[in-house]
């Protein structure tokens, strides 16, 4: 019995020395607030819509977001109105029967106004029924960009390096060496661009996906390996 403690002790030293958490688990974490999202259907043409209103958003006297899907398409039109007047218009690769019904509303970029994020799930089995897109509407002073990718990332933002904006976490799925490894970038919206920051933080990150928990980090890989899979921009990215 003092054997087999004694070998336990030594799988589990060892794989702490290999593992260890994610440090964005230990950075702030963004604290959003949820608003209801109204999602319906078009019983005529079995066209989906979403609507969002907000009589008072950041000074602007009333913001209204929607969602169409073009019917008998892969593609949703996302429209943008402030104050009456349509602001901002995009295509999206997005079906709107699997939508988050509830929006999530927080400062993300740190500029003092609060920021909108959507959710739309992947349908499919296996791994493509883990991801989803996420569409991000940022608020400026003047002007709101519509940010969106699509790709296995479930967590919400975090600040790492405490300097007031939340870094958005991207997330594909790896296999090396016959394990499978899910791998973070961080980024930071800076001006007009999605900016990749994962290298200030030693990023990309890998943590061995099922491996007790998908936030444990793989130090096994080196971090020369782990830059295989930085990537400028995650993917079906649009900013707009």
């Not at 593992?19 to 078009?42: E, S, V």
Request: with cysteine; aromatic share 14%.
């Amino acid at each position: 019995m003092n054997r087999l403690l004694t070998i336990i002790i030594l799988v589990l030293t060892f794989n702490n020395v290999l593992y260890g958490q994610t440090h964005f688990c230990d950075a702030k974490k963004i604290n959003y607030k949820k608003i209801a999202l109204t999602i319906g259907q078009d019983e005529k043409d079995s066209t989906f819509t979403a609507k969002l209103h907000l009589p008072a958003f950041n000074g602007i006297e009333d913001l209204q977001v929607t969602f169409t899907e073009r019917k008998s398409s892969e593609s949703s039109v996302i429209n943008v109105y402030r104050n009456g007047k349509l602001a901002k218009s995009r295509e999206l690769s997005i079906r709107m029967w699997t939508m988050d019904d509830r929006v999530k509303m927080a400062d993300i970029d740190g500029n003092g106004l609060h920021d909108l994020k959507f959710l739309v799930y992947n349908f499919g089995s296996g791994l493509a029924g883990s991801q989803s897109t996420k569409v991000y509407l940022f608020t400026f002073k003047d002007e709101m960009k519509i940010v969106s990718f699509f790709d296995f990332a479930y967590e919400d933002e975090y600040d790492i390096d405490s300097d007031g904006e939340f870094e958005i976490l991207s997330l594909n799925h790896k296999f090396r060496n016959n394990h499978s490894y899910w791998v973070y970038n961080a980024y930071n919206l800076t001006g007009t661009a999605l900016r990749n920051v994962s290298k200030k933080f030693k990023y990309p990150l890998w943590t061995r996906h099922l491996y007790r928990t998908d936030r444990v980090i793989a130090k096994d890989i080196t971090y020369l390996e782990r830059l295989k899979e930085y990537r400028e921009q995650p993917d079906e990215c649009v900013v707009e």
